[in-house]
């Protein structure tokens, strides 16, 4: 008697006919119009569980938006114009009073110190040696009485909105600004600022008004050159940048208050020498071609470093010496005729330490413009908290600028993944208010930008969820927010800002023009004008000596931000 095979268990048959019925629905579900399923003439609509919600979130569809014509952006650029001139028809009256130098004293030059340092010879470090201390500067400064008659009604895109907690910080910049105008501006940013656009805008208008020069900080080796100087450099540089594509050869976190260094690579010859060289740009505004010294931001030595001004030694950075400054006095004639524009070749014999900074010392405002190419504005967390902080002490700067957002934008997959980010970047600002207590925080959200569907060109699809996520990580770390596409004309404008004539922004539809980050630079100028004019007519109480103190406690973000946040442009 041949053995019977055993029953076979058929009980999954039903079990796979309950998920395939279950994806069709649920696939059913997901692409279904608007206005539902139409099978004749009975109309359905498929409902999924609340509970699935984040797991089968529809993507945000950019609505329609009329097509921007070009005309279109001149006409609400020419009524950004008209409105301001309305609200602040009393600027010009009285708001430019020059004030004799006598009256206001000499500006010395007071190099920070990060931390004093002692050679291993018993002398003074760097930080205090040096060459002979850069001569005191006279400067005539404005005495400036800015009173906006009515500030509603400027236009609303136009306004920063400032928190209740922000405004001691602002309160202190605008006090400080009357005082003496010696106040440090810290503008990071992505590539939107790189070459000092926007960020030389508003640093000539602020020294103009409130008196001061010189170019602010600049990387040792740029990416690409400023506007407002001139660099170069020889021998085996190697720029390292801890945004964009980052050097895997780094070993630590050691990139200082700007993210990248520049040290000499002496793999292939030990002995080379390198040179830095800074110049004025005759081709820009003139107070940027004044400093009264140049001071290298650098980090430890291990071996003694000669340092040499145009061929004449100045200076030996002792092994053992900690990160700090050189101050090195290469005084300019008060006005630089593009022929007589000198340049000031800084070089090192033996190992170079790190260069974390080029800084020509200036005077009054100082307006540093940061830029980070590829960058999302999430690394701060990232550096080397110790190194980083002692620099950031050092400036003690009274306005931080934070403009990202636009390098997250092509990367961001969902309003999930939005949210994530915002919660990121609210954790950086938490650092600066931990470390730079005292100081106003404005964040400023992403342009319009565009890609080509078809066609056309249409707003990139998450833009929006992003815009809001940076908003509301300001607005609830007490920081102020710009909208930046908002003051564009809103999602759907980049398109008449490329073809405008002349563009007013780059054919890769990201990027704007020189002439229109101008633009954005003098409307930005222009906020932050009301925002100081309603402090004088309504801000009447004092500022307090420092913020509240806030809590130590790092934000814990259960899931990273996708690495892709942190590619180039």
């Known amino acids: 008697m041949s053995a019977q095979p055993p029953p076979s268990d058929e009980r999954w048959r039903g079990a796979l006919a309950l998920s ?32 699935w919600a984040t797991l089968l979130e529809k993507e945000e569809v950019t609505p329609v938006i009329p097509r921007w014509k070009p005309e279109d952006v001149s006409e609400l650029l020419a009524r950004y114009d008209e409105e301001w001139s309305a609200a602040s028809a009393d ?49 005539t400064r404005r005495a400036v009485d800015l009173t906006i008659p009515d500030p509603a009604s400027l236009p609303p895109a136009l306004r920063i909105t400032i928190p209740e907690s922000a405004r001691p910080g602002f309160q202190r910049l605008f006090a400080q600004l009357d005082l003496d105008g010696e106040i440090n501006v810290l503008h990071y940013g992505d590539s939107q600022i790189e070459g000092d656009r926007i960020s030389g805008v508003l640093r000539n208008a602020w020294q103009k008004r409130w008196g001061g020069y010189g170019p602010g900080l600049q990387p040792a080796v740029p990416l690409v050159q400023s506007f407002a100087l001139r660099q170069g450099h020889t021998g085996p540089w190697k720029r390292h940048t801890r945004y964009g594509r980052r050097d895997t050869t780094d070993v630590d976190e050691r990139y200082g208050l700007l993210a990248c260094y520049a040290a000499l690579d002496l793999d292939d010859s030990e002995d080379a020498a390198g040179c830095l060289t800074v110049a004025p740009e005759p081709r820009n505004h003139k107070q940027f071609s004044r400093w009264d010294g140049i001071r290298l931001w650098h980090d430890s030595l291990h071996s003694d470093c000669i340092v040499r001004l145009n061929d004449l ?36 014999e033996g190992p170079a330490p790190r260069i974390f900074a080029v800084e020509p010392v200036g005077a009054g405002v100082q307006w540093h413009g940061v830029s980070m190419r590829g960058s999302s504005g999430t690394l701060f967390r990232k550096l080397d908290r110790s190194l980083l902080l002692s620099q950031w002490d050092a400036l003690d700067p009274e306005l931080v600028i934070l403009q990202y957002g636009g390098n997250m934008v092509p990367h ?18 938490r650092l600066f208010h ?59 404008s980049m398109p008449a800002w490329v073809e405008s004539d002349p563009p007013l922004a780059g054919p890769d539809h990201v990027h704007f023009t020189p002439l229109g980050a101008k633009r954005v630079g003098t409307l930005l100028d222009r906020s932050f004008l009301a925002c100081y004019g309603e402090w004088k007519r309504n801000w009447a109480a004092p500022a307090p000596s420092a913020l509240p103190n806030r809590s130590p406690d790092p934000v814990t973000v259960s899931v990273a931000v996708p690495t892709a946040i942190e590619l180039h442009d």
């Open 313 to 348: 030694p100045v200076d030996t950075l002792v092994a053992g010496t900690g990160p700090g400054t050189l101050v090195l006095s290469t005084p300019w004639p008060d006005t630089l005729e593009p022929a007589a524009s000198e340049e000031a070749r800084i070089c090192f």
């Open 91 to 139: 600027l010009e009256a009285g708001s430019a009073a020059e004030v004799a130098p006598d009256s206001i004293g000499t500006v010395p030059v007071s190099p920070p110190v990060l931390d004093s340092a002692v050679s291993s010879q018993g002398k003074p470090g760097p930080e205090s040696l040096s060459a002979p201390s850069p001569a005191p500067a006279r400067r």
């Open 20 to 51: 395939v019925v279950g994806c069709v629905v649920t696939c059913l579900a997901v692409w279904q119009p608007e206005s539902g399923w139409n099978m004749g003439d009975v109309a359905f609509k498929i409902s999924l569980p609340s509970s």
């Open 434 to 492: 931990r470390v730079l207590p005292n100081a106003a925080i404005l964040v400023i959200g992403p342009s319009d930008m565009a890609e080509k569907t078809g066609v056309d060109w249409t707003s990139y699809r998450m833009l929006d969820p992003v815009r809001k996520a940076l908003r509301e990580a300001a607005l609830n770390e007490g920081a102020a927010y710009w909208d930046l596409l908002e003051v564009m004309g809103g999602l759907g």
């Open 412 to 429: 961001c997959k969902d309003s999930l993944t939005a949210e994530r980010y915002g919660g990121w970047f609210a954790s950086q600002i």
